[in-house]
């Protein structure tokens, strides 16, 4: 049987075989990410694009995320489970985070959380990380920063943006965190980032030189038909194949072909046939009265 993954077991992969990780929001989509070995769930507040249809994060609650984190718990997987910190869930006090972040470790049941941000986010991280609440970093395109950044863009392209983001990187390593996602950043920064800091850098769209890679689960399996970033490989179109299972359905029921005898509760024949005469008896159904009882009690004794 697998062993159950921790966030020192990541930690201690830096350099080593590449790390999985995928996201999932419920117990299926753990169950499956679990049977095919990823080494990390991320229970990601991109649920809210993927799941319930958003253009942004934004509106996510620590109450949804502890919600989405402990169904995925319920699959009891391997993999590590990384809760994600919704947007102003540590933005405000240490003490805040804190508190939420416990919420997701105690109520929700990961094993580690995620939060966004470098340098501003330092006194967040390191408090959290006092809890003995293991964090996993996140840097570069940083969905929570949408409107401070214009927009979903590339970040680190010029070489000052990319040293602060390489900074920051150094920052959060050396605060603790036991790994870093590096989001929408150019392959040579990313690459810069994993040769300086000591612990494993998990890209998304970040070029090959990271020591793992993440993508969304509805992204990679293709759940949905809607238009991906560049950095998307799509190794399934299970959209398509629910379309075309769901059509085989309603044409089987609109047939008749469906339910079929073996998709069927079936009841004793002799049943069957004293309630053919309970209904078609003088009076039928309602003026059943005596009759009815003695046909039950017969019916009993015979069972
Ligand atoms: O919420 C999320 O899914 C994420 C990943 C894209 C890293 O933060």
């Known amino acids: 049987m697998a062993k159950k993954l921790t966030a020192p077991a ?15 929001y419920d117990e299926p989509s753990a169950r499956i990410a679990d049977r095919a070995a990823a080494d990390i769930i991320l229970v990601g507040d991109s649920v809210a694009n993927v799941v319930l249809g958003r253009g942004d994060t934004l509106a996510m609650t620590v109450d949804e995320m502890v919600y ?13 489970v990384v809760g994600d910190m919704p947007w102003l869930s540590y933005h405000t006090t240490p003490d805040e985070a804190v508190r939420n972040a416990g919420r997701l470790i105690r109520d929700g049941g990961a094993g580690a959380v995620k939060l966004e941000g470098g340098q501003k986010r330092l006194d967040v991280v390191r408090a959290v990380l006092a809890a003995e609440i ?11 920063s949408v409107h401070a950044m214009g927009g979903y863009r590339v970040q680190g392209k010029q070489a000052a943006a990319a040293y602060e983001l390489i900074t920051d990187a150094k920052l959060l390593a050396d605060a603790g965190v036991f790994s870093i996602v590096l989001e929408g950043v150019p392959d040579v ?4 980032v994993t040769d300086e800091v000591a612990v494993p850098t ?8 990271c020591d793992g890679q993440v993508l969304v689960f509805h992204d990679v399996l293709g759940l949905h038909d809607k238009r ?20 085989r359905f309603f044409a089987d029921v609109r047939s008749g072909d469906f339910p ?14 004293i309630l053919r ?17 003695s046909f039950l009690a017969d019916e009993a004794m015979e069972q």
């Open 260 to 273: 079929g005898a073996d998709e069927i509760y079936h009841m004793p024949e002799e049943s069957a046939e």
């Open 134 to 144: 293991p964090v996993m970093g996140h840097l570069g395109l940083t969905p929570q």
């Open 68 to 80: 989405h984190t402990a169904a995925v718990m319920t699959a009891e997987p391997n993999a590590l």
């Open 189 to 192: 920064v990313a690459a810069m």
């Open 228 to 247: 991906t970033a560049k950095f998307v490989r799509q190794y399934a179109n299970l959209a398509d194949v629910a379309v075309e299972a769901l059509e």
């Open 10 to 24: 990541i930690r201690a992969r830096k350099g080593g075989d590449k790390l999985t990780m995928v996201t999932a």
């Open 202 to 209: 998990i890209g998304i769209g970040a070029g090959a030189q």
């Open 277 to 293: 005469e309970l209904t078609e008896g003088a009076g039928g159904l309602r003026n059943a009265g005596v009759a009815r009882d």
